[in-house]
């Protein structure tokens, strides 16, 4: 198991030297995408190839409203694919 090259904060509830690149892809590359700095990005890049990372995208259950905007446009995806956004939009919100 190679060390990755990512920092342990980013994964401060898991077991940082269990984390194996194929194993945890989504737990990587969710926490990366919304929490990461742009080496850590890069990282993803040159790791995943760009489908999967879609793939993960597409089916994530917890990004926030920035992340989304940034993979939809990075990686070229309609927001209304993505699972976590249309629960978003079909989440009433109060409003005074």
């Given at each position: 198991?190679?060390?990755?090259?990512l920092r342990?904060?980013l994964?401060?509830?898991?077991?940082?030297?269990?984390l194996?690149?194929?194993?945890?892809?989504?737990?990587?590359?969710?926490?990366?995408?919304?929490?990461?700095?742009?080496q850590?990005?890069f990282f993803?890049?040159?790791?995943y190839d760009?489908?999967?990372i879609r793939?993960v995208v597409?089916?994530a259950?917890?990004?926030?409203?920035?992340?989304i905007?940034?993979?939809?446009?990075?990686?070229?995806?309609?927001?209304?694919?993505i699972?976590c956004?249309t629960?978003m939009?079909?989440t009433?919100?109060h409003?005074?």
């Amino acid at each position: 198991m190679r060390k990755l090259p990512l920092r342990k904060e980013l994964f401060w509830d898991v077991n940082f030297q269990k984390l194996d690149v194929n194993t945890h892809k989504r737990l990587i590359i969710e926490r990366v995408l919304s929490l990461g700095n742009l080496q850590e990005f890069f990282f993803l890049l040159s790791t995943y190839d760009r489908n999967t990372i879609r793939q993960v995208v597409k089916q994530a259950g917890n990004l926030d409203a920035k992340t989304i905007s940034f993979a939809a446009s990075y990686f070229g995806i309609n927001k209304s694919q993505i699972k976590c956004y249309t629960q978003m939009q079909s989440t009433p919100t109060h409003r005074s």
